[in-house]
C-alpha cells in the first residue's frame, strides 16, 4: 500500500513538474553563432577525428582579434539533417545568413589560382568574391604550386566574412562593457568624462559596430576612446564616426592599399551622387532609393571590377565625405564587405588611382 501512495505521489510530482511553466524559463535563450554541418561532414568536427573545423576556427576568432580587435563569441557547432549532401550554414541568433557546400577530400581553388580554363566537374560558387571555386582531390593537387584551401580553411574563411557582415547583430552591450573595462584600467577618467554624459553606452555600440562594420579596426581601443572624449562634446553620433575614421585614416589606408602604397578605386560620379542622393536636402533626412537604382548601380559596380580583374569584395569606392557613410550602407546592401573612402580619409604617403567612374 505504502509503495502505491508512493508510486502516486511521485506521479503526482511528475505532474507538477510538467505543468509548471518554469523549467521552460531555462530555454529562453538564443546562441549568437552556429555552424551547421551536413550529415555527410560530420567528421569535420569530431574530436576523433582530429577535429580540423573546431582548430580552423580558434585560429579565426585569433585574426580577427589581431586585425579587429574584437573576439568573435562562443561558436555552436550542431548537425542538421535538413541540409542537402555536403552542405554547411551558418546562422547568427538561430537564423541562416550563408549556406554553402564543401567536397570532402578535396582542396578548393580559384580558377585564377590554378592558371588553366580546363572544365572541372566540382564546382562551387564563392560567396565573398563571386567568383567560381573548383575542387579538386586532394591527392592530385601535392604537386601544385599553390596549396588551395582545405575544407575546414573554406568553411573558416566563410565564418570570418559572415562576422564581419553581421557585426551589428552579433556585437552586444556584453562586449562594450568588456571594452569600458580595458580602458577604465588603463585611464579611468576617459571612462569617467564621456560616459554618459557626452555618449551613452547605446551610442558607444553604434559607434564601435560601426567601426567594425567597415573593418577599421577598435584594438587600439584607448585611443579611440581619446578621439571620442576630444569631439563628443560638439558633435553628433554619424558626425563622431567620421571623425574617428578620420584620425584612425593611416590605419584604414594601410589596410586598403598595396605595397607601392597606392590605392585603386574606382571614383563616384557626379551622375551616379546625384542619382542616389538628389533628396539629401530634404528635411525628413530620409533617403529612398528604388530597386531598379540600386540593382543597376549593383551591375555597374561589377562590370567595371571584372574589366580590372578585381575581386567583389575587393572593390573600393571614392566618395565626398558628405554622403561616404550613406554610400557605404547602400553598397552593403548589394555587395560583400565594400569599401568606401573619402579623399579626407587618405593619409600622407598614400596615392589614389582612379581606375574608372561609376
Not at 505543468?19 to 574530436?47: A, C, F
Not at 550554414?89 to 537564423?95: E, Q, Y
Not at 584620425?247 to 589596410?255: D, F, Q, R, T, V
Request: aromatic share 8%; proline share 3%.
Amino acid at each position: 500500500m505504502s509503495e502505491s501512495i508512493k508510486k502516486l505521489d511521485d506521479l503526482r510530482q511528475l505532474l507538477i513538474k510538467t505543468i509548471s511553466p518554469s523549467p521552460l524559463y531555462s530555454k529562453i535563450k538564443q546562441d549568437k553563432l552556429t555552424i551547421s554541418l551536413g550529415e555527410e561532414i560530420l567528421d569535420i568536427v569530431n574530436p576523433d577525428l582530429g577535429a580540423e573545423l573546431i582548430a580552423e576556427t580558434v585560429k579565426t576568432r585569433e585574426r580577427i582579434t589581431e586585425r579587429l580587435g574584437y573576439v568573435i563569441p562562443k561558436i555552436v557547432f550542431e548537425d542538421d539533417y535538413d541540409l542537402d549532401p555536403y552542405e554547411f550554414s551558418i546562422k547568427i541568433r538561430g537564423l541562416e545568413v550563408v549556406k554553402s557546400a564543401i567536397c570532402p577530400n578535396c582542396a578548393a581553388f580559384f580558377e585564377n589560382d590554378l592558371g588553366t580554363k580546363k572544365k572541372r566537374k566540382n564546382v562551387t560558387v564563392d560567396e565573398i568574391t563571386g567568383k567560381e571555386v573548383i575542387w579538386i582531390e586532394s591527392s592530385k593537387t601535392k604537386d601544385f604550386w599553390e596549396k588551395g584551401l582545405s575544407c575546414a580553411e573554406y568553411i573558416s574563411r566563410l565564418l570570418e566574412y559572415v562576422v564581419i557582415q553581421h557585426i551589428d547583430e552579433l556585437f552586444d552591450y556584453n562586449d562594450v562593457n568588456k571594452y569600458i573595462e580595458i580602458v577604465s584600467e588603463q585611464n579611468s577618467f576617459l571612462c569617467d568624462n564621456i560616459i554618459p554624459d557626452f555618449v551613452s553606452i547605446s551610442d558607444l555600440k553604434y559607434i564601435l559596430t560601426n567601426l567594425l562594420k567597415e573593418e577599421v579596426s577598435i584594438k587600439d581601443i584607448v585611443y579611440i576612446f581619446e578621439k571620442i572624449n576630444d569631439y563628443a562634446e560638439d558633435s553628433l553620433k554619424e558626425d563622431l564616426i567620421d571623425k574617428i575614421r578620420f584620425s584612425l585614416s593611416p590605419y584604414i589606408c594601410k589596410n586598403i592599399a598595396g605595397d607601392d602604397y597606392v590605392i585603386n578605386v574606382f571614383d563616384l560620379s557626379e551622375k551616379t551622387n546625384k542619382l542616389l542622393f538628389s533628396d539629401l536636402e530634404d528635411e525628413t533626412c530620409v533617403i529612398k532609393i528604388e530597386e531598379k537604382i540600386v540593382n543597376k548601380l549593383k551591375k555597374n559596380i561589377l562590370k567595371k571590377a571584372a574589366e580590372y580583374d578585381i575581386a567583389q569584395n575587393e572593390i573600393i569606392i571614392l566618395a565626398p565625405s558628405e554622403i561616404r557613410r550613406m554610400l557605404f550602407l547602400v553598397l552593403s546592401q548589394i555587395l560583400p564587405m565594400p569599401k568606401v573612402i573619402s579623399k579626407d580619409e587618405i593619409s600622407s604617403g598614400y596615392v589614389i588611382n582612379v581606375l574608372d567612374e561609376i
